[in-house]
Nanobody
Framework: QVQLVESGGGLVQAGGSLRLSCVAS????????MGWFRQAPGKEREFVAG????????WYADSVNGRFTISRNNVETSVYLQMNRLRPEDTAIYYC???????????????????WGQGTQVTVSS
């Protein structure tokens, strides 16, 4: 099984930055497409960012485009979400997700993913 663990969440002031990390316990993610989703209280889980296993395709939600950056490390065993110019409406639990690489994925769709982390809380104060 693929076990994903997120870290890096916390409480920050509006305009600040956080960097989230996602690592797999016991195996490499170098052949997996990866995504970040978030869920605020009382709302549905929504897409934030996605990246293909070979990094040739990267996608962002309109609400975070230009502020957030998804990336993989140099050996593609970890995935990151750099969040800049944070806003109170970014407050949510952020989840890392993974799926084995395939043909023409739609990484905006949560149903594409087979594995999910437990989430990390991000809170942005006014």
């Amino acid at each position: 099984q693929v076990q994903l663990v997120e870290s890096g969440g916390g409480l920050v002031q509006a305009g600040g930055s956080l960097r989230l990390s996602c690592v797999a316990s016991g195996r490499s993610l170098n052949r997996y497409n990866m995504g970040w989703f978030r869920q605020a209280p009382g709302k549905e889980r929504e897409f934030v960012a996605g990246i293909m296993w070979n990094s040739v395709g990267i996608w962002y939600a309109d609400s975070v485009n230009g502020r957030f950056t998804i990336s993989r490390n140099n050996v593609e065993t970890s995935v990151y979400l750099q969040m800049n110019r944070l806003r109170p409406e970014d407050t949510a639990i952020y989840y890392c997700a993974a799926v084995q690489g395939g043909i023409v994925p739609n990484l905006r769709d949560q149903s594409e993913y087979d594995y999910w982390g437990q989430g990390t809380q991000v809170t942005v104060s006014s």
